[in-house]
């Protein structure tokens, strides 16, 4: 087989990282159109605008309004779970970082994002397609309290509490404290 000519890996290479950050515009500008207009909203035309594509690129990278919602929900997804475990990982609680977590979406700069998430795992419910993203904050969740608890009925209640936390900071639009998450958590985790 002969070789690829020399420089062909490396213009592979970057059409690769651009399509990446392609992508990733495309993403990002799903999660800013549900923000801001709803699950509703999100269409490839909307989408492609907002991100400062033609619409063309957006149905290149995902061919269904389903293939972006997922997409979106996958991202948002993966920060919280990066988030907690890099926490973890540097020797803290990760019931602490959860906490974070927890009351990060009722903060001015994370209410619109945490309010997209909420349409899209919502939308779950109707879309079978988004229902493995939807249930990784309950994995995650889950993981969290079973470090500190085998109780399965305390494991329930801590998802339980935490959407609830989550709920609650964006209706009532205001910030929650970080330690007041982490002791609803503990309590239901039966640690306090």
Do not use: N
């Not at 490396?10 to 500008?29: C, F, W």
């Not at 339980?160 to 958590?185: K, T």
């Amino acid at each position: 087989m002969p070789e690829a000519p020399e420089g062909k890996d490396v213009k592979e290479d970057g059409r690769r990282a651009r399509g990446e950050r392609r992508r990733s515009a495309i993403i990002d500008a799903t999660l800013r159109v549900v923000e801001r207009d709803g699950t509703a909203g999100v269409t490839h035309r909307a989408v492609a605008a907002e991100a400062g594509i033609p619409a063309s690129s957006a149905v290149y990278y995902f061919a269904t309004i389903d293939d972006l919602l997922v997409a979106a929900l996958t991202e948002a997804a993966d920060a919280y779970v990066r988030r907690v475990r890099e926490a973890a990982e540097a020797g803290g609680d990760p019931l602490d970082a959860l906490a974070a977590a927890v009351v990060g979406g009722g903060s001015p700069e994370q209410r619109g994002r945490c309010l997209a998430e909420y349409e899209l795992t919502l939308l779950a419910v109707r879309r079978p397609s988004l229902r493995a993203q939807a249930r990784r904050w309950m994995d995650l969740v889950t993981e969290v309290a079973r470090r500190h608890t085998d109780d399965p009925v305390a494991v329930r209640t801590a998802v339980a509490a935490a959407d609830g936390l989550c709920l609650e900071a964006l209706l009532d639009d205001r910030d929650v404290d970080p330690g007041e998450a982490r002791a609803v958590l503990a309590r239901a985790l039966g640690l306090e």
